[in-house]
């Protein structure tokens, strides 16, 4: 059991947002991509086969054959920054903190973001936290859809972590948003001005991150929450029912995965003749390989080789205005009870003050 942080009496206690993404190697190689995809492949959450069975194909066959393919897609995508996950989940925690501080007259809310799988951890994120004494955590999966193989893999690696602590935190989960005002606004207004921008093609894609379809026949409800966003998000777009379709990407090995794949949509919309399609990532808060390679360069290649002639691929959130702003409601809405009504920055020195000395006097050290 790992050691506490030395407290002193009389420190004010601070709440812990930790934004967790799913994860990204640390440098585009094949072998920072080999330590990422074992890591991310050999959670039972993530591949629900038999260990036994599942073992020899990891490390026989895709840990020796996929990490030098998936480096060369990595290294298409990655900035002087690093990798554009990483960069746009630090700058979403570091711009919701300040957010925060604006709204709430700077009360104690310390932000960070963590990944699943790779670095920065979910264990260094909150070590982080644990040592700027946040006595309270809310834990916020990037994930606007719940799914066992994101979501809830985020919260057993937390609670994981937190066996180690004698001094536990109280802890809060979102378990998801895919309904939320805010989020669905957001999405809006990125597409309405990409569109105001760039026009507006014939058919909009709303492209999310496919499952196995068993997983849907076992009760994972992200199959109807990716619905209830497509859906959500058309009527705030005012679409008719022509104008978009909802699929799904990144299928991988033989099972059967929830449909209709994004890949064969696109080729089949370029045989038919299909001019110009936009295509957004709803379920993606923050830029990847998934939506700057898979999307936006393997998509276009799909689309246009099969007689499609614009292919318009509309980022991420990211960093926008209203998708912090989105972000900020949502934790305030999760923090009741743990903030007080209107934060009084003098009045909490002055019982942090008093509590000391009461301490001091008691024979407390620090």
């Not at 449909?259 to 370029?270: D, F, M, N, R």
């Amino acid at each position: 059991m790992s050691d506490e942080p030395t407290y002193a009496h009389g420190t004010i206690n601070k709440i812990g947002v930790l934004l967790i993404n799913l994860g990204t190697p640390d440098e585009p190689t094949p072998a920072a991509t080999r330590r990422y995809l074992r890591e991310f492949l050999s959670d039972p959450r993530v591949v629900e086969i038999p260990r036994i069975a599942w073992w020899p194909i990891l490390h026989g066959i895709i840990l020796r054959t996929r990490p030098a393919k998936s480096a060369a897609k990595y290294a298409q995508i990655w900035t002087k920054d690093g990798s554009p996950l990483r960069v746009f989940t630090q700058r979403q925690a570091q711009l919701l903190q300040g957010y925060l501080g604006e709204r709430t007259n700077s009360a104690p809310i310390i932000a960070e973001a963590a990944m699943r799988y790779g670095n920065p951890s979910i264990a260094s994120g909150l070590a982080k936290l644990r040592t700027q004494f946040c006595d309270r955590i809310l834990l916020l999966p990037l994930y606007p859809q719940y799914s066992a193989s994101t979501t809830a893999s985020g919260f057993d690696r937390v609670f994981d972590e937190l066996k180690t602590w004698r001094n536990q935190p109280a802890i809060r989960t979102v378990k998801h948003y895919h309904d939320h005002p805010g989020y669905i606004a957001a999405l809006a207004q990125n597409i309405r001005d990409y569109w105001n921008k760039n026009g507006r093609g014939e058919k909009l894609i709303m492209s999310f991150h496919g499952v196995p379809k068993f997983s849907l026949d076992k009760g994972d409800p992200y199959h109807c929450e990716c619905h209830k966003t497509g859906r959500l998000l058309a009527e705030a777009l005012q679409l008719k029912k022509e104008d978009f379709l909802v699929t799904f990407q990144s299928r991988f090995g033989k099972a059967k995965w929830l449909e209709p794949y994004t890949a064969p949509t696109l080729e089949k919309l370029g045989k038919a003749g299909t001019k110009r399609i936009d295509i957004v990532c709803p379920g993606f808060t923050a830029d990847c390989l998934e939506t700057l390679e898979e999307i936006a360069i393997e998509g276009r290649a799909s689309f246009v080789s099969a007689g499609g002639k614009d292919y318009h691929y509309i980022p991420c959130l990211n960093e926008r205005d209203t998708w912090i702003r989105a972000l900020m409601m949502m934790v305030l809405e999760n923090l009741h009870g743990w903030l007080p009504v209107a934060w009084d920055a003098a009045r909490a020195k002055q019982d942090a003050d008093h509590s000391h000395a009461l301490a001091i006097a008691m024979g407390a050290k620090r």
